[in-house]
């Protein structure tokens, strides 16, 4: 009872803080005390166009007015954060009758590889193995899906499927989700419909927490798609200044993801590509083979394509652990990949328009972000006269940006576990390498707009290596 009143009171302070963090951009800006009648209006907008002349105010107001393709996502990440506890606990095994437990489906953990890096998956796989004895958890499977083999040591529990080299799908999938497919072929699949695949990268590692919540998923039986929550600084950081940099994934996770899987119940704003349990009967139903545009970012892809079916998804509790990358060029390269493959997603005509409206809105608030993060400074120097709502979403929006980052080193790192000396100090550190953050992610969305739209990056997640690998058709 009282670390359940600890949580609550903790939420409440984060609320707090959230909205207070909103309200004070938007005094700063003065966007609520400005005084605008409306039959000034016009003439104020007037005085825009001639002080400026036509071209340097054009692209002051559009500037200005890109922020609000922001202003979905904000909203989502928002509402998230705030109608849900934002610390919660790890989730107990819930109690199930005999009668619920008769047809025990079994879990097959899939990992899918290029087969790069056996030693990586080698390790993973025997710790994953010892952490699913742990929790106790009794019918379960490892699949290890790859291009060449990774020598596993296979038995009852692991085994390890090799895609032969002409393998091709009939819509021609390529990368992950041409593997990905092959494991749904009647002469490779050994899963009963009603069994359930838990979808990771190499580099994933489950949690004790994790698979109570993946049990408590499948057995309430709502939904046929799930995923949960992702953490990046466990076990050995390699780069703590790109593990800091992804600490807004973490939150995003917490708002956004959480927001549409438990209210709207589909992923109408993308998703992750691990941490995806799914149903066997209805993956094998939306099927992997997506074509060459739908493999670029297969999970946004096959997300919105099981949603446009009429699938329903479902919020996971629990968390797993997976690293950040270890270089800048690799973190260049992810980002690139993701701008790019979800832009051919959201210009997809195979996925139905109204589920691609609100991606679309994120992957292009993603794209002009170059522009848009210009009115830091172009906004002090350059005052316009425009909609006062424009101002208070773009107030919304940065408060929102700017709690995240914060929010996410926090949900990150325990007290408990890492001391609130180190918990400051790293928070501190969170804020320091937002300019580092900034540059990175500009210099990716320019490179992924410029560059064709046809790679599949496999970033290096092995402590011991440290390089990337790629593929062109």
Request: hydrophobic content about 45%; proline content about 4%.
């Amino acid at each position: 009872m009282a670390k359940f009143l600890k949580r609550k009171i903790l939420h409440l302070i984060h609320c707090v803080a959230f909205i207070g963090t909103i309200a004070l951009l938007i005094n700063i800006s003065g966007g609520v005390g400005r005084q605008q009648p409306d039959d000034l209006e016009a003439k104020e907008n007037f005085s825009t166009w001639e002080r400026y002349g036509f071209l340097l105010a054009a692209f002051l107001y559009v500037t200005r007015i890109l922020t609000l393709l922001c202003l979905p996502m904000a909203l989502f990440n928002f509402l998230g954060l705030v109608l849900f506890n934002a610390f919660p606990r790890q989730p107990p095994f819930k109690i199930y009758t005999r009668r619920q437990h008769v047809a025990t489906p079994v879990i097959c953990f899939r990992v899918v590889t290029k087969g790069d890096f056996p030693q990586l998956v080698r390790s993973n796989i025997s710790t994953n193995l010892k952490i699913c004895q742990e929790a106790g958890l009794e019918h379960f499977t490892f699949e290890v899906v790859t291009d060449k083999s990774v020598s596993l040591v296979t038995s009852k529990r692991v085994r390890e499927v090799v895609v032969p080299d002409d393998y091709v799908t009939k819509s021609g999938a390529l990368y992950k989700s041409r593997a990905l497919q092959y494991c749904l072929e009647k002469e490779v699949n050994v899963l009963n419909d009603e069994d359930w695949i838990v979808h990771l990268d190499e580099e994933t590692l489950l949690t004790i927490g994790c698979l109570k919540g993946i049990e408590n998923f499948i057995y309430e039986g709502k939904y046929q798609f799930g995923q949960g929550v992702i953490t990046y600084n466990n076990e050995k950081v390699v780069n703590l200044v790109l593990t800091l940099c992804d600490s807004i994934r973490v939150a995003d996770d917490m708002g956004k993801v959480q927001f549409q899987l438990k209210v709207l119940h589909m992923p109408i704003m993308g998703w992750k590509g691990s941490y995806v349990v799914s149903n066997v009967g209805a993956e094998k139903d939306v099927s992997f083979d997506l074509g060459p545009r739908g493999s670029v970012a297969e999970d946004a892809y096959f997300g919105l394509l099981a949603a446009s079916k009429g699938y329903s998804f479902g919020f996971i509790d629990g968390d797993m652990w997976e690293k950040s990358p270890f270089t800048f060029k690799d973190f260049l390269r992810q980002r690139k990949r993701w701008l790019q493959g979800l832009l051919l997603v959201v210009h997809s005509t195979e996925i139905p328009l109204r589920f691609r409206i609100l991606l679309g809105c994120c992957v292009y608030a993603t794209a002009t972000a170059p522009l848009t993060t210009l009115n830091l400074f172009l906004q002090p120097c350059f005052p316009i006269q425009i909609s006062r709502f424009v101002d208070l979403s773009g107030c919304f929006v940065g408060g929102v940006i700017l709690y995240m980052n914060l929010y996410g080193t926090l949900r990150s790192y325990s007290i408990k576990d890492a001391g609130i000396a180190k918990v400051l100090l790293v928070t501190i550190l969170g804020f320091a390498v937002q300019p580092i953050k900034f540059v990175l992610e500009v210099t990716a969305i320019l490179w992924g707009l410029i560059t064709p739209k046809n790679e599949f990056v496999v970033v290096d997640k092995n402590v011991h290596l440290s390089s990337v690998l790629s593929t062109s058709p």
